[in-house]
C-alpha cells in the first residue's frame, strides 16, 4: 500500500521546485514515476492567487451537464497553494464560475464537485442539509424505519401500543411499523456521488452505522461528517471502512476503526426477516452487500422445490433466502473460509434446516469444473462474483472470466433451470455483459431467455448525470 507523503501546507508549489511541486506529481505515472502520462499537465498559477481550478476551453462540457468530476487532463490551471480536500470554484476558461468542487492533487480525478450554487458555502450546515436529504429520501421510499418507531436513522421515541384511546386504524399502522422495523433494519444511508456527496458511502446495520470515504473531500470533512450522523441516526457505533482500494488512487491512507462509540460484539442486520451476522471490521466492503436486498429476495420466491447453487455466496445471502423459500438443496461456494463460517452461524441463527445446506470452500472457478466432470445438474444458479473490472481497461480481462463462469453455469443447469448472472463491475456496460452472457450461452450450447433483468435496490439510487453510479447489473435467464 503506498502511503501518502505527507505534505506541510507550506510545502511549495512553484514550478521552480520541480519534483516539490504536487500538482505535477498527478501527472506522472505511477509505474514509471519519472515519466509523464499522456496527457497535458496542467499550467502553474500563481501561488500567491485565491486557489481556484480554471479548465481548460471546452473542457466544461461534461461539468455543464453535471457530471461530478474533474479530470486531471482537463484542467488547464491551479492558481494558489491547495491542499486535497480544500474545496475550490472551477471555472471555466473565460473565468465563469461552474461548481465548487473538493480538490485532490494526487488523483486523476483532480477534483469531485460538491455544489452547482455559486452562493453555496461548503460547510457543517452544507453536508447536515445534504446528508438529512439522503435519509430523508430513504425513508420516503419506505426503506427505513418510520422516525416515530424507535431509534435508527430517526430518533428515539415510539408510539405506545397500548392505551385505551387508541383507534383500530392507529393501532394497525403502528402494528405495521413494527413489522416494516422487524423486516428490514439495513440500508445504505448515503450513496456517494449519487446521492451529491462524492466519496462518501454510509451503511446502516441497525444500531451500527459503517462509513466509507473514498475521496480527498470526503475525508476532509471527516469528523464533520460523523458527528453529522451522530446527531441525525444516534448509533451506538459510527465504524470507519475506509480500506477499500481505490483510496491508493485518491492517495489516501487505508483507515479501518471506531470513529464513534463503541463496536457491539456482534453486529446483526435483519433484511427481510432473515438476520445476518456480519463482521464489519474485517467483511467484505462495508461488511454485507445490501446492493442484493431485492434480487435475493426475488431468488427465494423461485427457490422452491429446486437443487440451488450459490457461488461466491459470502456470508449465506441467496442461500439463506433459498433455504427460506423451500429449496431441496443448497450448495454454496466461497474462497473465505470466514465468509463460510458466517455464512454457516447464519443458517442457524433462522432456524433454518441446515441439513439442506452444503458449504465449500473453494475457488468458484476450479469447484464448477469439478461439478461439470461429475455431470451434477442444479435448477437454479446464482453466480455473484467479485469486481472482475473496477475500470473499463480491465474489460476484456473480465469479459473472459465471466464468459468463463456462466459458460460453465448453463451446463450445469437442467431445462428449465434458472441462471441468476450478475455483474457489479463499473468497467463493464450493460451491454457489454449481456453480449459476453449471450456469448456464454452459445458455447454451453443451450438455448436461453432473459426473463428478467435486475440492479442495486433503491436505496443505491443512480443519478442520471452519473451513470457510473449503476454499477450492478444481474439478468436472470431461463434454460429452454
Ligand atoms: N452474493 C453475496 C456477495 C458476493 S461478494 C451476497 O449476497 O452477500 C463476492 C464473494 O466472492 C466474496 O465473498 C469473496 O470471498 C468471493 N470470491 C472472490 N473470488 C472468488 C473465487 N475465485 N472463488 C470463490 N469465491 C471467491
Same mark, same amino acid.
Given at each position: 500500500?503506498?502511503?501518502?507523503?505527507?505534505?506541510?501546507?507550506?510545502?511549495?508549489?512553484?514550478?521552480?521546485?520541480?519534483?516539490?511541486?504536487?500538482?505535477?506529481?498527478?501527472? %506522472?505515472?505511477?509505474?514509471?514515476?519519472?515519466?509523464?502520462?499522456?496527457? @497535458?499537465?496542467?499550467?502553474?498559477?500563481?501561488?500567491?492567487?485565491?486557489?481556484?481550478?480554471?479548465?481548460?476551453? +471546452?473542457?466544461?462540457? @461534461? =461539468?455543464?451537464? %453535471?457530471?461530478?468530476?474533474?479530470?486531471?487532463?482537463?484542467?488547464?490551471?491551479?492558481?494558489?497553494?491547495?491542499?486535497?480536500?480544500?474545496?475550490?470554484?472551477?471555472?471555466?476558461?473565460?473565468?465563469?464560475? =461552474?461548481?465548487?468542487?473538493?480538490?485532490?492533487?494526487?488523483?486523476?480525478?483532480?477534483?469531485?464537485?460538491?455544489?452547482?450554487?455559486?452562493?453555496?458555502?461548503?460547510?457543517?450546515?452544507?453536508?447536515?442539509?445534504?446528508?438529512?436529504?439522503?435519509?430523508?429520501?430513504?425513508?420516503?421510499?419506505?426503506?427505513?424505519?418510520?422516525?416515530?418507531?424507535?431509534?435508527?436513522?430517526?430518533?428515539? +421515541?415510539?408510539?405506545?401500543?397500548?392505551?385505551?384511546?387508541?383507534?383500530?386504524?392507529?393501532?394497525?399502522?403502528?402494528?405495521?411499523?413494527?413489522?416494516?422495523?422487524?423486516?428490514?433494519?439495513?440500508?445504505?444511508?448515503?450513496?456517494?456521488? @449519487?446521492?451529491?456527496?462524492?466519496?462518501?458511502?454510509?451503511?446502516? *446495520?441497525? &444500531?451500527?452505522?459503517?462509513?466509507? $470515504?473514498?475521496?480527498?473531500?470526503?475525508?476532509?470533512?471527516?469528523?464533520?461528517?460523523?458527528?453529522? $450522523?451522530?446527531?441525525?441516526?444516534?448509533?451506538?457505533?459510527?465504524?470507519?471502512?475506509? &480500506?477499500?482500494? +481505490?483510496?491508493?488512487?485518491?492517495?489516501?491512507?487505508?483507515?479501518?476503526?471506531?470513529?464513534?462509540?463503541?463496536?457491539?460484539?456482534?453486529?446483526?442486520?435483519?433484511?427481510?426477516?432473515?438476520?445476518?451476522?456480519?463482521?464489519?471490521?474485517?467483511?467484505?466492503?462495508?461488511?454485507?452487500?445490501? &446492493?442484493?436486498?431485492?434480487?435475493?429476495?426475488?431468488?427465494?420466491?423461485?427457490?422452491?422445490?429446486?437443487?440451488?447453487?450459490?457461488?461466491?455466496?459470502?456470508? +449465506?445471502?441467496?442461500?439463506?433466502?433459498?433455504?427460506?423459500?423451500?429449496?431441496? @438443496?443448497?450448495?454454496?461456494?466461497?474462497?473465505?473460509?470466514?465468509?463460510?463460517?458466517?455464512?454457516?452461524?447464519?443458517?442457524? $441463527?433462522?432456524?433454518?434446516?441446515?441439513?439442506?445446506?452444503?458449504?465449500?470452500?473453494?475457488?468458484?472457478?476450479?469447484?464448477?469444473?469439478?461439478?461439470?466432470?461429475?455431470?451434477?445438474?442444479?435448477?437454479?444458479?446464482?453466480?455473484?462474483?467479485?469486481?472482475?473490472?473496477?475500470?473499463?481497461?480491465?474489460?476484456?480481462?473480465?469479459?473472459?472470466?465471466?464468459?468463463?463462469?456462466?459458460?460453465?453455469?448453463?451446463?450445469?443447469?437442467?431445462?428449465?433451470?434458472?441462471?441468476?448472472?450478475?455483474?457489479?463491475?463499473?468497467?463493464?456496460?450493460?451491454?457489454?455483459?449481456?453480449?459476453?452472457?449471450?456469448?456464454?450461452?452459445?458455447?454451453?450450447?443451450?438455448?436461453?431467455?432473459?426473463?428478467?433483468?435486475?440492479?442495486?435496490?433503491?436505496?443505491?439510487?443512480?443519478?442520471?448525470?452519473?451513470?457510473?453510479?449503476? *454499477?450492478?447489473?444481474?439478468?436472470?435467464?431461463?434454460?429452454?
Amino acid at each position: 500500500m503506498s502511503q501518502a507523503k505527507p505534505r506541510s501546507p507550506s510545502t511549495p508549489h512553484r514550478q521552480s521546485q520541480g519534483g516539490k511541486d504536487f500538482r505535477k506529481r498527478v501527472q %506522472r505515472d505511477k509505474q514509471h514515476p519519472d515519466k509523464p502520462v499522456a496527457q @497535458s499537465v496542467a499550467r502553474v498559477g500563481a501561488a500567491s492567487a485565491t486557489p481556484c481550478i480554471t479548465l481548460k476551453a +471546452g473542457r466544461e462540457k @461534461s =461539468l455543464q451537464r %453535471r457530471h461530478p468530476w474533474i479530470f486531471s487532463g482537463a484542467v488547464e490551471c491551479i492558481d494558489g497553494a491547495p491542499k486535497s480536500g480544500d474545496t475550490l470554484p472551477v471555472r471555466d476558461a473565460d473565468g465563469k464560475f =461552474l461548481a465548487w468542487a473538493a480538490y485532490n492533487a494526487d488523483s486523476q480525478i483532480s477534483a469531485r464537485v460538491w455544489s452547482w450554487q455559486e452562493k453555496e458555502v461548503i460547510d457543517k450546515t452544507f453536508f447536515h442539509r445534504r446528508i438529512a436529504a439522503a435519509i430523508a429520501a430513504r425513508r420516503d421510499l419506505g426503506l427505513l424505519p418510520s422516525p416515530a418507531s424507535g431509534r435508527g436513522a430517526g430518533g428515539e +421515541g415510539g408510539g405506545g401500543t397500548q392505551g385505551s384511546e387508541l383507534d383500530h386504524a392507529t393501532l394497525s399502522l403502528t402494528l405495521s411499523r413494527q413489522r416494516e422495523r422487524e423486516l428490514s433494519n439495513g440500508a445504505r444511508l448515503i450513496h456517494a456521488e @449519487s446521492d451529491n456527496l462524492p466519496g462518501l458511502i454510509v451503511d446502516q *446495520y441497525g &444500531d451500527v452505522l459503517v462509513l466509507q $470515504l473514498g475521496s480527498a473531500g470526503a475525508e476532509h470533512w471527516r469528523e464533520t461528517i460523523a458527528d453529522i $450522523l451522530q446527531e441525525l441516526v444516534a448509533p451506538v457505533c459510527i465504524y470507519e471502512r475506509s &480500506d477499500s482500494d +481505490g483510496r491508493e488512487l485518491e492517495g489516501l491512507p487505508k483507515r479501518n476503526g471506531v470513529l464513534r462509540g463503541t463496536l457491539p460484539e456482534q453486529v446483526v442486520v435483519v433484511e427481510n426477516g432473515l438476520s445476518f451476522a456480519l463482521d464489519v471490521a474485517a467483511g467484505q466492503k462495508t461488511g454485507f452487500y445490501l &446492493d442484493q436486498r431485492d434480487n435475493r429476495a426475488l431468488t427465494g420466491t423461485l427457490a422452491q422445490d429446486k437443487d440451488v447453487l450459490n457461488c461466491f455466496c459470502y456470508t +449465506g445471502g441467496f442461500s439463506l433466502y433459498a433455504l427460506r423459500g423451500g429449496a431441496k @438443496s443448497v450448495l454454496s461456494i466461497d474462497s473465505s473460509q470466514e465468509a463460510l463460517q458466517l455464512a454457516e452461524a447464519n443458517v442457524t $441463527l433462522n432456524g433454518l434446516d441446515s441439513s439442506k445446506a452444503e458449504w465449500q470452500c473453494a475457488d468458484v472457478f476450479e469447484a464448477l469444473r469439478k461439478l461439470r466432470d461429475q455431470n451434477k445438474k442444479f435448477n437454479l444458479i446464482v453466480l455473484d462474483p467479485p469486481k472482475f473490472a473496477p475500470t473499463a481497461a480491465f474489460a476484456e480481462k473480465a469479459a473472459r472470466a465471466y464468459k468463463d463462469i456462466n459458460l460453465l453455469g448453463f451446463k450445469l443447469l437442467r431445462p428449465g433451470g434458472l441462471l441468476f448472472t450478475y455483474s457489479c463491475s463499473g468497467g463493464i456496460s450493460d451491454d457489454l455483459f449481456q453480449k459476453i452472457i449471450a456469448g456464454a450461452a452459445l458455447d454451453a450450447g443451450v438455448d436461453a431467455q432473459i426473463v428478467n433483468k435486475l440492479h442495486a435496490a433503491a436505496d443505491h439510487p443512480v443519478l442520471l448525470s452519473f451513470p457510473e453510479g449503476a *454499477y450492478l447489473k444481474g439478468l436472470v435467464l431461463r434454460v429452454a
